[in-house]
């Protein structure tokens, strides 16, 4: 098989893969106050990274929507929202 033969197949197979990945595509509808707990549970899992470095950024920004008390029962103490 040529390269350009291994290329093409490979494009065919790129694109079957938007397109199928497009056709699962679903709109949702959730409140406001999922949206607030899927954000906030994304916060956490990244500030709470053994790679972060910048994780007083992220405390500044839970703490405004956990509130302090908060911030340590989920952030710190890693208790489940």
Known sequence: MSKKDLHD???I???IY???RKSLMVSVKIDHE???ELIVKDLI???NCPTNEIKESFDA???YYLGREDF???VIKGEEI
């Open 9 to 11: 197949k490979n494009l």
């Open 13 to 15: 197979v790129g694109r």
């Open 18 to 20: 938007q397109e199928m």
């Open 34 to 36: 999922q949206v607030l």
């Open 45 to 47: 899992s990244k500030r």
């Open 61 to 63: 920004v839970l703490k």
């Open 72 to 74: 340590q029962k989920y």
